[in-house]
């Protein structure tokens, strides 16, 4: 699905954060939000390490030349968010995965997989099979 992507895409990700998955929240096709277990209130909630994924088309890039992915400079957690205001808008993502609700991705490592950070209660709109 990242083959389609126009501008900027996202999609969830399964066992990442603790959780059994994170994932941008859609409401008629726009992003509106995001279910993560850290901070979600960042512009944009995802993470270049896995935790809801995201493509920038290559046109994108080269349309924006002074766009940078800071190494340094940025509070933590805040790269993804700093590098993406630089070239579109929440408005603007392009939600894959049937709008956000399947995990077509998992952040996986050869170690055993912690959910500590898996809510008590399901707390998300939608129910995602992992």
Not at 29 to 51: C, E, L, Q, S
Not at 61 to 82: T, Y
Not at 85 to 93: D, P, R
Request: hydrophobic share 35%; aromatic share 8%.
């Amino acid at each position: 699905q990242m083959r389609t992507t126009r501008k900027v895409s996202v999609w969830p990700v399964g066992l990442v954060g603790g959780r059994r998955y994170e994932r941008p929240v859609v409401e008629n096709g726009k992003v509106v939000g995001w279910y993560t277990g850290w901070r979600a209130d960042r512009p944009f909630a995802i993470d270049m390490a896995g935790k809801e994924g995201f493509a920038v088309s290559l046109q994108v890039i080269l349309s924006h030349p002074k766009a940078v992915f800071k190494r340094r400079g940025s509070q933590p957690g805040m790269q993804e968010s700093d590098f993406l205001k630089q070239i579109t808008t929440v408005e603007e993502l392009e939600p894959k995965a049937n709008n956000c609700t399947k995990v077509l991705v998992w952040h996986t490592r050869t170690e055993k997989v912690n959910l500590a950070n898996e809510p008590k209660y399901h707390l998300d709109t939608v129910n995602i099979e992992v």
